[in-house]
């Protein structure tokens, strides 16, 4: 997948469909988990076992080298593999990543910064680069060096190149840089200066460019520039130069970029201090109040009881992922309704029901002895692992217990070989250069196991298996005790909220895939993409945290119940903000909203209407892959009951095509089941085959645990939806 996924970033404009091999085919329930207490210190999440498990060592071929673009100083801790400046350690480190509401360029000797115009179809949409800006010194002794990162927080990165420190925070108007000595700035332009206006003290000038764009300049001391068309050059300076565009070219909000030009940001963390809440908070200098701005789901979270902040709603940034408002305030507290991590359905299975989906779930249990897992790869092995986990859970659910000790058997003869390090083929390893797992064959081929050997896809792989794992450890808790080291490390890959320091509970990266500021999770690991980071199917990303929450219920660790649930929370809300298509949508332009009711891939700078394994025309593929696997949890995911009609509606007409999958009609129907139940009951007990990780038994379940009232959803969803505010 990954090689695909290089060859389709050449030209960014194609969208043609690159094959995959194929996968297979809100609500707030009425009773919610108490609200556990705040996390420990990190070091010590999840109360894992004082000697952690280890799997072992990994002598991987395929891993970039970290060490020519971090800092000396940082390589003996673990290092993100899904952050947000990914691409800045990458290959030659040149790429562009987003830094809100800037794309950012780093080369050798230079920084480049673009406010990006928007370039949109009904098939994608994207953020083009154009240089409008770029920062270079003079007196550099070694033109071809790299840059470095120095350091990185949640909501930052520092970048250096000789003789400049960048301190790149997200959602910050400015771009501040700071001249470590006294040497000659150089700021040039793809376009025409047009004129360049200081004021009396020359600290700050105000330049406009003939592509329409007007930047304001502030320095922490004089400095004298001069310019000619493209290009704008000072005497010998040191001290902090903070750059910044004016939004719309409006003179009405230079004097906020004027009030707010003496404090900056240089880090900035995201702290859980609250169950159900993060915060962010920003390490500051200068003097005066932050300024800082906020995409449309900080908005919606904010809680505006924590402390005293101003929004300052007319001062706005275009950018891809909505508006982004102007905040005043060094912390901010994000505040979300709880989300119930429940093993059985929300409001239970209709008791007529329970023979039909008995019967079912005696076949497919059955099925479990005479169809052995074949596959090595560790995504499809995963999916094997959590269907069968569903059995089980269905059983229960409906009070037929007699398949149970059959599904108990199978889990453990499936899952012990790969906690074990006997599974032949296959196997999960700990990776030191950048502190995580992989696995066997992912260490000497970095298209296997859909590119897990380089960090791609880890939330999808390992969530699947913590789903069987949980529902394990939840039966036979003598079991769960036996591999709780294991079962923890594994956990940890993506869930570890400790920072630094490669010993003890800290051997991973901080939350290896979810992103703290856009609040929900990257995939796309240790490859280098012109778009930046990205995430296909975020059903399998709520997938990761419900599980990893489950397994927190079955140990009863109610740390680990709290960090996921938040988690989950924050995927959901993210995937209905900028997955969910509304036809009432705000935040994309009118031809793309016209024809996608779901974004099939998302980058940090782009959305496609594609996927990695399909075309956009197969909408079914495109619903599936946000809907799979079929779990308690998707009730919260889909719990708009408006919007679940309107993707049916635009989904259904692609089955009409030849050579649509079964497994992949099975979503659309359970879709359609959630307000035409009887409809979709004949079809789905029509389908000749499923998905690899769904079944009949789980299809009858899902359908027969929905509402039978034709209201608005559960709380979240409908005309309630807390999306509400930003589609209608």
Same mark, same amino acid.
């Given at each position: 997948m990954v090689l695909k996924k290089i060859r389709r970033r050449v030209e960014r404009i194609i969208t043609k469909p690159f094959? +995959?091999?194929q996968r297979k085919p809100s609500i707030k329930p009425p009773s919610p988990c108490p609200s556990p207490p705040p996390e420990p210190p990190p070091a010590t999440m999840n109360r894992r076992p004082s000697h952690p498990f280890t799997f072992p060592e990994s002598q991987s071929s395929v891993l970039p080298d970290p060490s020519r673009f971090f800092s000396p100083d940082l390589l003996s801790s673990p290092l993100p593999t899904n952050s947000f400046f990914q691409n800045f350690v990458l290959k030659n480190g040149d790429q562009p990543e987003y830094i #809100?509401?800037?794309?950012? +360029?780093?080369?050798?000797s230079s920084l480049s910064m673009s406010y990006p115009?928007?370039?949109?179809?009904?098939?994608?949409t994207y953020q083009i680069f154009n240089a409008d800006l770029t920062i270079s010194a003079g007196d550099n002794p070694d033109p071809n060096q790299t840059h470095i990162i120095s350091s990185f927080s949640d909501l930052s990165v520092t970048l250096d190149i000789p003789n400049l420190r960048f301190y790149l925070v997200r959602g910050c108007p400015f771009l501040t840089c700071q001249v470590m000595q006294s040497v000659t700035i @150089?700021?040039?332009t793809i376009h025409a200066i047009l004129d360049i206006t200081p004021n009396s003290s020359k600290t700050k000038y105000k330049f406009n460019l003939n592509n329409g764009q007007t930047w304001v300049l502030y320095s922490s001391s004089k400095i004298d520039l001069t310019h000619e068309m493209s290009k704008i050059t000072s005497l010998p300076f040191s001290g902090v130069i903070r750059i910044a565009l004016l939004p719309n070219s409006d003179s009405k909000f230079e004097p906020v970029l004027d009030r707010f030009s003496s404090c900056y940001p240089v880090s900035g963390d995201a702290v859980f201090s609250a169950p159900f809440c993060v915060e962010y908070k920003w390490e500051k200098r200068g003097w005066g109040d932050l300024l800082m701005l906020a995409n449309p789901l900080h908005l919606h979270l904010l809680d505006h009881n924590s402390s005293n902040k101003i929004i300052l709603d007319e001062f706005r940034y275009k950018s891809i992922d909505g508006e982004l408002v102007g905040v005043v305030g060094d912390s901010w507290v994000l505040k979300t309704d709880p989300v119930s991590v429940t093993w059985h359905s929300i409001k239970g299975v209709k008791q007529e029901s329970y023979p039909e989906i008995i019967n079912a779930l005696v076949k497919d249990v059955d099925d479990l002895e005479s169809t052995p897992i074949s596959t090595t790869s560790s995504y499809f092995y995963g999916k094997l692992v959590a269907r069968a986990a569903r059995f089980a859970l269905i059983a229960e659910e409906v009070g037929h217990v007699d398949p149970i000790p059959k599904v108990l058997k199978y889990l453990k003869?499936?899952?012990?070989p790969w906690l074990d390090g006997t599974f032949n083929g296959n196997g999960f390893l700990y990776d030191k250069s950048w502190g995580g797992v992989i696995t066997k064959q992912g260490s000497q081929d970095p298209s296997a196991d859909f590119g897990f050997?380089?960090?791609?896809? #880890? #939330?999808?792989h390992i969530g699947y298996f913590l789903y069987g794992i949980a529902v394990l450890a939840k039966l036979d808790p003598v079991w769960g005790r036996k591999y709780r080291p294991q079962s923890y490390s594994l956990m940890a890959d993506f869930m570890t909220l400790g920072?630094?320091? !490669?010993? =003890? !509970?800290?051997?991973?990266?901080?939350?290896?895939?979810?992103d703290l500021w856009k609040l929900h999770s990257w995939a796309g690991g240790l490859t280098e993409f012109a778009d930046g980071r990205n995430q296909e199917s975020t059903s399998e990303a709520v997938n990761a945290y419900y599980a990893a929450a489950l397994m927190g219920l079955a140990y009863g660790d109610t740390h680990l119940v709290s960090t996921s649930s938040l988690l989950l929370a924050m995927e959901i809300h993210a995937a209905q903000t900028w997955w969910h298509v509304r036809e009432d949508n705000l935040l994309y332009t009118q031809d793309f909203i016209t024809e996608n009711r779901l974004v099939g891939v998302l980058w940090a700078n +782009?959305?496609? @209407? =594609?996927?990695w394994f399909a075309p956009a025309e197969w909408k079914e593929c495109r619903l599936g892959i946000q809907v799979l696997p079929l779990v308690p949890v998707t009730e919260v995911l889909f719990s708009d009951l408006g919007f679940v009609k309107e993707l049916v509606k635009w989904a259904l007409p692609a089955l009409g095509r030849e050579g649509v999958g079964e497994g992949w009609k099975g979503f659309v129907y359970a879709l359609e089941g959630v307000y035409e139940k009887e409809v979709a009951l004949e079809k789905i007990t029509s389908l000749s085959g499923h998905d690899d990780g769904n079944s009949l038994s789980n299809l009858l379940w899902w359908v027969y645990s929905r509402d039978d009232e034709d209201g608005e959803g559960y709380e979240g969803g409908g005309r309630h939806c807390w999306y509400g505010h930003y589609c209608h």
């Open positions: 094959t +995959k091999p #809100h509401p800037y794309l950012i +360029k780093s080369s050798p115009p928007l370039f949109s179809t009904t098939a994608f @150089s700021i040039s003869d499936t899952i012990e050997g380089i960090y791609n896809d #880890h #939330h999808y920072r630094g320091g !490669n010993t =003890g !509970n800290t051997k991973y990266t901080r939350l290896r895939c979810f +782009k959305r496609d @209407s =594609g996927l």
